[in-house]
């Protein structure tokens, strides 16, 4: 058997605090947004955009559109994942299934930060209109292309380690 507490699906934690001054290194951010391209999406229609911002008045540009956007300034790096509601497969109901898609890439560049040494939070933004519509203003983001995470990266003195989750009781076997 594995033992998981070497296994980055397991040690992942979501990090808040980094080392600003010390620049994630241009092929980490690519191998970032290439786990991230990497991941499922219904009808493989790959919805999603990445607004990548390494530049740190840029990032501090973005504090004031909420509050919870403060932690990013902390960050040297911030990628905003992005979901397009005009290519999204679309239910029979005709709702867009971008946010599953884009949550999947989302979850695979925390992942992939963690495996690359780095720290990562992912700071919600879909489906708070308050701040899709604070980014989209900010960035002149056209209106199909929705906001959906501010993900923060950088290094960090704080560690991913393995916390047990796991409950039986949450798990149906064969019948509910
Ligand atoms: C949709 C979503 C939104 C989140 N928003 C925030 C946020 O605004 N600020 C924050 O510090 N963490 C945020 N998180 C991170 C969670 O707080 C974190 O994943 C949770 O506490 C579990 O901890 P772990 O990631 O270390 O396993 C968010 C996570 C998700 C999935």
Not at 87 to 103: A, H, I, Q, R
Request: glycine share 4%; net charge neutral.
């Amino acid at each position: 058997m594995e033992n998981i507490e070497n296994n980055i699906i397991f040690t992942r934690r979501s990090i808040r605090s980094f080392i600003k001054e010390k620049k994630v290194e241009n092929e980490k951010v690519e191998l970032i947004l290439k786990a991230a391209m990497q991941a499922p999406s219904a009808c493989n229609k790959q919805p999603w955009e990445f607004l990548v911002l390494d530049d740190a008045n840029i990032i501090e540009s973005i504090a004031p559109i909420d509050k919870h956007y403060a932690l990013s300034v902390k960050a040297p790096l911030v990628i905003i994942a992005m979901g397009n509601e005009k290519t999204s497969y679309k239910g029979d109901n005709g709702m867009p299934w971008f946010p599953l898609d884009v949550s999947a890439a989302v979850q695979n560049m925390l992942l992939e930060a963690a495996s690359l040494g780095l720290g990562s939070v992912w700071i919600g933004t879909y489906p708070d209109e308050k701040r899709i519509k604070g980014l989209q203003n900010h960035f002149n983001i056209p209106e199909h292309i929705i906001p959906f995470a501010v993900i923060a990266i950088g290094y960090s003195e704080d560690s991913n380690k393995f916390v047990d989750r796991f409950v039986k009781e949450k798990v149906h076997y064969n019948k509910y």
